[in-house]
């Protein structure tokens, strides 16, 4: 036997719209009174679903924007390490600038320590002749230049050293195999040492300013008027400083002259004045002319009519001291 449905329960249902029909002309004065719009859940539902979509339009950036903004970090990222290199360079320069201003302006030393003792010393001879300032010969006539000697004036054997204030392996020589050359064969009068300017390593034309070989043998011929070659000499190499680092400034050879307790006046005005250019010129023209071709090198005369020309080798002090001595023994 069938069943009848239940009847639906319309008076809830009903009972509910008559409740939100009553309810509404409350709503609508109450809104009247304050100005506060009132909505229904359904208009609430709507609103709050239009502001999540809006929050979530703002916060998803498109990926055209996310790629202008790794664009733009990246550009930033840039700028930063350009900058960082500028900084690291500016403080290199700072370092190199001071180092050089120390080279400059540091204490110079006193020279060699090489004992000379009773050795005849001669400055140049075109120093010595009252500072003669034409090195040139006249029309006609063939003057050699000649360099400050030491040893004696009568030995057997002559020993011309062609240098550079400059060079390394002059200072070196200067150092090493010098010392002990006077002392096995300038002492007992076999051999005497004649000291030529050869400048090759300055900057630009031998006779511009700032070519610092050149400005050193015109200061030590300078030196050479007041008989101060020797001394000023072994000074220069005392201060060796490298190529071109302003070590032979003007203002440091001036300083030298100083510190050696010459005539300052009178050296800065032969320094100044560049009255012994020319005999640079000449000394470092005629070393080219008997094949002198670097620094330093050697010219080993023993009268013989042969001179022999040799340069410093790896060998150092043992290979010259053979050769000296074999110009000493055969001497005529």
């Given at each position: ?39 229904g859940s359904t208009s609430a539902t709507s609103t709050a679903s239009t502001t999540a979509k809006n929050a979530g339009s703002t916060s998803g950036a498109r990926p055209s924007d996310r790629r202008q903004a790794r664009r733009e970090a990246a550009i930033k ?194 320094l100044d004045s560049g009255r012994y250019q020319s005999a640079v010129v000449q000394s470092r023209d005629e070393g080219r002319a008997l094949g002198i071709s670097a620094t330093p090198m050697f010219i080993i005369d023993n009268g013989n009519g042969e001179p ?25």
């Amino acid at each position: 036997m069938s069943q009848r449905p239940p009847k639906k329960n319309r008076s809830g249902k009903n009972a509910s719209r008559k409740k939100n029909r009553s309810q509404q002309p409350r709503a609508r004065a109450q809104q009247q009174a304050t100005g506060t719009p009132v909505t229904g859940s359904t208009s609430a539902t709507s609103t709050a679903s239009t502001t999540a979509k809006n929050a979530g339009s703002t916060s998803g950036a498109r990926p055209s924007d996310r790629r202008q903004a790794r664009r733009e970090a990246a550009i930033k990222k840039e700028q930063q390490k350009k900058q960082l290199r500028l900084i690291i360079g500016g403080i290199a320069a700072a370092v190199v600038v001071a180092v050089v201003l120390i080279l400059v302006n540091r204490p110079s030393n006193d020279g060699s320590n090489i004992d000379y003792g009773d050795l005849a010393m001669a400055p140049p001879p075109i120093a010595a002749a009252g500072a003669t300032p034409d090195a040139s010969p006249e029309a006609g006539e063939s003057t050699s230049y000649q360099g400050a000697f030491l040893g004696d004036p009568n030995a057997p054997v002559t020993f011309t050293i062609y240098a550079d204030y400059q060079c390394h392996f002059c200072k070196q020589f200067h150092e090493d195999s010098y010392p002990q050359i006077i002392d096995d064969f300038v002492r007992d009068g076999q051999v005497r040492i004649e000291f030529r300017e050869f400048p090759a390593l300055g900057e630009g034309d031998i006779t511009s300013d700032g070519n610092e070989s050149a400005q050193a043998a015109e200061a030590a011929i300078c030196a050479g008027e007041q008989d101060k070659y020797l001394e000023y000499h072994d000074k220069l190499y005392a201060n060796f400083g490298g190529v071109n680092q302003g070590t032979f400034s003007n203002d440091r050879l001036k300083k030298f002259a100083e510190e050696l307790g010459l005539d300052t006046d009178a050296f800065n005005e032969c320094l100044d004045s560049g009255r012994y250019q020319s005999a640079v010129v000449q000394s470092r023209d005629e070393g080219r002319a008997l094949g002198i071709s670097a620094t330093p090198m050697f010219i080993i005369d023993n009268g013989n009519g042969e001179p022999n020309v040799v340069q410093q080798t790896s060998s150092g002090y043992d290979l010259l001291r053979r050769q000296i001595q074999t110009a000493v023994e055969t001497a005529p």
